[in-house]
């Protein structure tokens, strides 16, 4: 059987007729995920794009006044590239390509060659460039933070204290976030073997004790026993600084450790103890804002003192107003812990996050589709997508300098799908009217394709012949085509390549190069790279054969910083001190009163200790039953719905106050906007708290009102600070109340109006 390396896992299609009919496991896999069965009930289906599609307001001239609500007009390849060429030419000829914005932020699809992010870029550049974003939804306040603190962004996705320095040296393991395994499931690039759960048990059989910190219980493997801390959400920072009182107060802090490894703790325990604003940032202080007792956090703050424990952060807490703080302050708490460096000790970010935290990393890197550089400078924090459209010209602060919004007037996406990750989306539906023209590469009839000018529909993996390595472990695979594209839907590489030649420079974006031929080029290149590390691999018509080829890797596991620690003089951090900076200069210099120098508290935007009575906060974490917004009309995405709808956790005292039974259609709004999702009463989360995962397609009716239960028509679309400028979804308060009549049926997986003519 063929393999097909997927962000969750490996699976083997099993194909009849011409038609998917099963997605086998991989018996190599101790934890395999059934994401994979959303590609049953999806890949054939009235919702793939077929063919090239032009909206219809677009030929008619409506500068984007329909777009997002418009019906299509279907056309041929040809027409569709020599439409969108000229267009395209015209934009570039009277603005530059400062006007286009290819930031085109997403996940796509796993696969070394086929993966669009790569490919449209590769190809924007060769046109002349375009605006870019950087950092990710992902992280973006630790990105941005962490090298101010410890000079690089270690011990947030990568270089972790791996499993292998946890279990059997971890006494203590707090998470703040939690360790929720659904998330496990997932790895940007691919899985082979899920071993997170495994070694999270080891772990607890070895006597590691879990403190699960976050609205939600089951955020952690019932398995593993945990207590389960619930404070208010968003006030995390406050409850470490009450830990951090007790901890420098009743003489537990490492002072030893502050003083060789350390900057700035001087300052900080100013702060700490109110010294400077006349506020001591004692447990009770802590307590009124957590909502959680000042003889927990003493008593935590003496037990994490006493053992040998890790201190973890969900990247979930960054993802919220003042998200940098989070990240600072775990550092300093576990700086004053004394413990960085150690087996088992420290902190590292991320822990369950993804499948391949707490991985050891090989020593190397695969390659990648050389994408060539780009001319344009202009640059955007990813989730400043919704102002750069409102706001073209308008400064922003990012890290220190100040920049501009471009006046974008040609969109281009390829892998990613903004009316998933972006807050406050009937805002992004607005100002998407603005730019002149919309391309978008896309296999399905979601959001994002809706709000394309024009759509070039592209295949899904298992249409594709695709080299998959799973990137932090070391297993290649050769993904086989095992279906025909859907209609006439074409590789992203092929799209380009034609758009490209079009365009005039076909050669330079092919190398006269097919697919074929860039697997086993890139291949090669893989071979190259891994022997000069010692690691021997089969060639490449071998490796096609055989399917797959796994080797074992020899790394010695290390504790994140433990050269750093061992001898801070010989192995300095990057940092302008050399040292981890509890208090930044840098940072201080740049005069954000969001951002200071120093860990801070501040009250969110939006939290339980603002809102008006009957608030819930919303909890707009990753679903469990799919990989975003991807395959959501798939199988096991479907089987996991109430009512067709978004399932949304509340408490049963919030629902029993509210009228709520299981399985009732609920209303849920903002101050941005309202969703209908599908109730589930559960103990399993806080009083005071709505969970509802994102991914559900967006489906807006006439009023704005989305039925199927987008969590992001609700959220707040604020930057954390001017330092990072990331995105804040987990600063959100709702409403909720049971939906008064019959609820609408869901028309996310009913395709757009198709208009049939002929073209020319
Ligand atoms: N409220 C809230 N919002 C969030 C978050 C949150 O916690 N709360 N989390 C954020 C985070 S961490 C992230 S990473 C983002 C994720 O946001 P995205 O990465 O944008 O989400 P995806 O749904 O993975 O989008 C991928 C798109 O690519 C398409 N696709 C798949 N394969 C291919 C291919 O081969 N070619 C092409 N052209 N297209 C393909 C899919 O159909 C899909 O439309 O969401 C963010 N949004
Ligand atoms: N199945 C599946 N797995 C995925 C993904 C997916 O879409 N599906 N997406 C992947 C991606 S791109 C990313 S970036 C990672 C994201 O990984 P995370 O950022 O860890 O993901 P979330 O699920 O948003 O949040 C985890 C938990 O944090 C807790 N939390 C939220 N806010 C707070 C708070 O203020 N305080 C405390 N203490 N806890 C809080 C919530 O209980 C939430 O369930 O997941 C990856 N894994
Ligand atoms: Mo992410």
Not at 34 to 63: K, T
Not at 92 to 117: C, K
Not at 249 to 270: I, M, Q
Not at 373 to 384: E, G, T
């Amino acid at each position: 059987m063929n393999a097909t390396l997927s962000h969750w896992g490996i699976a083997y299609p099993v194909v009849e007729d011409g038609r998917l009919v099963a997605m086998s496991p991989s018996e190599d896999d101790p934890n395999h995920s059934h994401i994979s069965d959303n590609y049953l009930d999806a890949v054939h289906s009235p919702m793939r794009i077929e063919q090239p599609m032009i909206r219809r307001g677009y030929l008619a001239g409506d500068g984007g006044a329909a777009r997002g609500e418009d019906a299509f007009v279907p056309t041929s390849w040809e027409h569709a590239t020599r439409v969108l060429a000229e267009h395209m030419r015209a934009i570039i000829a009277e603005s530059g390509n400062e006007a286009i914005f290819g930031g085109s932020y997403g996940w796509a699809s796993a696969g070394r060659f086929h993966h669009a992010q790569s490919q449209i870029h590769r190809f924007l550049n060769l046109a002349g460039g375009y605006v870019r974003s950087v950092n990710t939804h992902s992280h973006a306040a630790a990105e941005v933070v962490l090298p101010h603190i410890i000079g690089s962004q270690d011990g947030m996705a990568d270089n972790q204290t791996p499993w292998e320095l946890i279990v059997g040296h971890t006494e203590l393991f707090v998470a703040f976030g939690g360790l929720p395994l659904k998330n496990t499931q997932v790895s940007a690039g691919g899985v082979s073997r899920h071993r997170v759960r495994d070694q999270l048990r080891a772990a607890r059989a070895s006597g590691t004790r879990f403190v699960n910190i976050g609205p939600l219980r089951d955020d952690v493997d019932a398995a593993l026993d945990s207590e389960w801390i619930a404070p208010r959400p968003n006030t995390d920072v406050a409850l470490m600084l009450g830990l951090a009182y007790v901890l420098d107060t009743e003489g537990l802090a490492n002072r030893a450790f502050l003083d060789s490894h350390t900057v700035g703790y001087g300052s900080f325990r100013a702060y700490l103890l109110g010294e400077t604003d006349g506020v001591p940032k004692t447990p009770e202080w802590a307590s009124a804002i957590t909502g959680l007792s000042s003889d927990l956090m003493r008593d935590l703050a003496r037990r994490m003192a006493k053992s040998r424990t890790m201190l973890s952060l969900s990247w979930s807490l960054q993802r919220a107003d003042h998200g940098e703080q989070p990240v600072w302050m775990l550092v300093t708490l576990a700086a004053m812990l004394g413990q960085i460096g150690l087996p088992g000790g420290g902190f590292g970010t991320g822990y369950a996050g993804a499948n391949r935290v707490g991985n050891a990393p090989l020593p190397f890197s695969w390659p990648a589709f050389p994408q060539f550089s780009n001319p344009v400078r202009r640059f955007i924090p990813v989730a400043r997508l919704g102002d750069m459209l409102e706001h073209p010209g308008a400064p922003f602060d990012y890290n220190g300098a100040r920049h501009v919004y471009p006046d974008i007037r040609l969109i281009w996406w390829a892998g990613g799908n903004p009316f998933h990750h972006q807050q406050d989306l009937k805002r992004l539906h607005r100002v998407w009217k603005k730019p002149d023209l919309v391309v978008v590469q896309e296999p399905l009839w979601n959001a994002i394709a809706r709000h394309a000018d024009i759509i070039l529909p592209c295949t899904l993996p298992i249409e594709r012949n695709d080299l998959g390595i799973a990137k932090a472990e070391p297993h290649l695979v050769a993904m086989k085509q095992v279906l025909a594209p859907v209609g006439q839907s074409r590789n992203d590489y092929d799209i380009l390549a034609m758009v490209s030649s079009e365009l005039g420079f076909g050669e330079q974006f092919t190398e006269g190069r097919n697919d074929m031929d860039w697997l086993r080029h890139m291949y090669g290149e893989s071979v190259t790279v891994a022997v000069r590390h010692g690691y021997n691999l089969p060639d490449f018509e071998t490796f096609w054969e055989m399917g797959e080829h796994r080797f074992e890797p020899r790394i010695e596991p290390k504790a994140l910083m433990q050269d750093f620690r061992r001898n801070p003089l010989a192995h300095p951090l990057p940092t302008p001190s050399g040292r981890i900076e509890i208090r930044s200069e840098r940072v201080a210099g740049f005069g954000y009163d969001d951002c200071p120098g120093q860990p801070t508290w501040f009250e969110p935007a939006e939290w339980l200790g603002n809102a008006p009575e009957g608030a819930l906060h919303l909890i707009s974490n990753q679903p469990s039953r799919k990989l975003h917004s991807q395959l959501d009309l798939g199988r096991h995405s479907r089987d996991g719905k109430i009512s067709g709808r978004e399932p949304a956790r509340l408490h049963p005292s919030e629902a029993g106050k509210r009228g709520i039974r299981d399985g009732d259609v609920i209303l849920v709004r903002s101050a941005r906007g309202s969703c209908l999702g599908g109730a589930i009463l559960s103990n399993d989360v806080a009083p005071g708290v709505l969970q509802m995962s994102t991914g559900a397609w967006l489906d807006l009716d006439a009023d704005g009102l989305d039925r199927h239960g987008n969590v992001n028509v609700l959220t707040l679309d604020k930057p954390t600070s001017r330092l990072a400028q990331g995105p804040t979804a987990h600063t959100t308060v709702v409403f909720v109340e049971k939906l008064k009549g019959e609820a609408p049926e869901v028309r996310a997986f009913e395709p757009p109006e198709l208009e049939y003519r002929k073209l020319t």
